[in-house]
C-alpha cells in the first residue's frame, strides 16, 4: 500500500520564496497536530481497534493486536461476576491470585486464541473491511498466526488444569468449560459450520462466550453450577446477543459481498439497530423481574437504574446513525451493562444458587 505523496506545491518551493517572519511557528503546527493522531493510531493497533496504525513493524504489537486487548474486559468482568455470585470468594491473597489466573484464561489466552483464529479465518473479509489488519496487510505470516492459535490454546487449558487441581474438582470443571469454550470458538469462525455466518446463532455463541462461559469458570472456581445458574447467565447472554450485533454494523458491505447473514444485511441497517437495542434491553429488565423474584428488590432497582443511561446513549447515538456512532455507543453504554452484570452477581451471592 503506497502513502500519498506530498502536494507538490510544498515540493517545489525555491530558496528565494522564504517564508516570511514568524511564520516557522505556525508551519510546525501541522506536524503538532499530526501527532495527535499518529498517538491514536497505534494506541488503536495495541487494542485491536478500527483505524489502527499500518506502519507498524513489531511483531509482538502485532500478536497483541491479532489478540485483541479491548475484547478480554468482558471475559474478565465474568469472571469477576462468577467469583462474586458464588458467596464464596474471599479478599485475601490466595483467592487474589487464582482469580487474576482465571482472568488470564478468559482473557488474554482464550480470548486471545479466538480473536487470532477469527483473524485467521476472516483474512478475506478483513481484506474488504479492515485492510489494515495483520493478515490481509501482510505485517505478520499465515505461520506465524498458526503457531499463535496453538501456543496461547494450550497454555489457556494447562491453565484451567492448574485452576481445577487448586479447587479440588473430581471433575475438570474448568478444563471442560476452557475445552468447550476453544471448540465454540472454532465452530464460529471456521468452516465449514462457520457460525458467525448466521446472525442469530453466531451472535448468541458470541454473547455466551463473552457472559456465561467466564461466568461459568469464576463460580466453579470457588463455588459450584448447576442448572438454575446455567439457564440464568444463558438468558443473561442474549443480552450480550445485542451487544455482538452492535459489531456487525462495521462490516455491512463486506458480510454482503461474502454472503454472511448478519442482520443489519437480512433486515437492513434501521431495523436491525432497534432489535439489537430492544434485546439488550429487554432481557436485562428480564434479569431484573428473577431478582425480584428471589426477593432482592435492591439490587433490581440498581439494575433497572442501570438500563436508564443506556437506553438513553441507544437514543443519543446508535439508533441515529448506527453505522457511525456503533463504536461509540459501546463506550458510552456497555460500562452499565457490565456494572448491571455485577449487580446481579452480588446479589445471588446474598443466597447463592446453582
Known sequence: MSNPSAPESNLSQSPEQAPPEGAGETATQPATDAAAPNRSAKTRQMLGMKGAD???????????????????????????????????????????????????????????????????????????????????????????????????????IGIAYALDTWAGHEFPTITVLAIGGSFLSYIYSAPPLKLKKNGWLGNYALGASYIALPWWAGQALFGEIGPTIIILTLIYSIAGLGIAIVNDFKSVEGDKQLGLQSLPVMFGVGTAAWICVLIIDIFQLGIAGYLVSIHQNLYAAILILLVIPQITFQDMYFLRNPLENDVKYQASAQPFLVLGMLVTALAIGQNPIT
Open 54 to 156: 499500518v506502519k507498524e513493524t513489531s511483531i509482538w504489537k502485532i500478536r497483541l493486536q491479532l489478540m485483541k486487548p479491548i475484547t478480554w474486559i468482558p471475559l474478565i468482568w465474568g469472571v469477576v461476576c462468577g467469583a462474586a455470585a458464588s458467596g464464596n470468594y474471599q479478599w485475601k491473597l490466595e483467592h487474589v491470585l487464582i482469580a487474576a489466573a482465571c482472568m488470564l484464561l478468559s482473557g488474554p489466552l482464550l480470548t486471545g486464541y479466538t480473536q487470532t483464529l477469527n483473524d485467521f479465518y476472516d483474512r478475506d473479509l478483513d481484506a474488504i473491511n479492515e485492510p489494515y489488519r495483520p493478515i490481509p496487510s501482510g505485517a505478520i505470516s499465515v505461520p506465524q498466526v498458526i503457531t499463535q492459535i496453538w501456543v496461547l490454546l494450550l497454555a489457556g
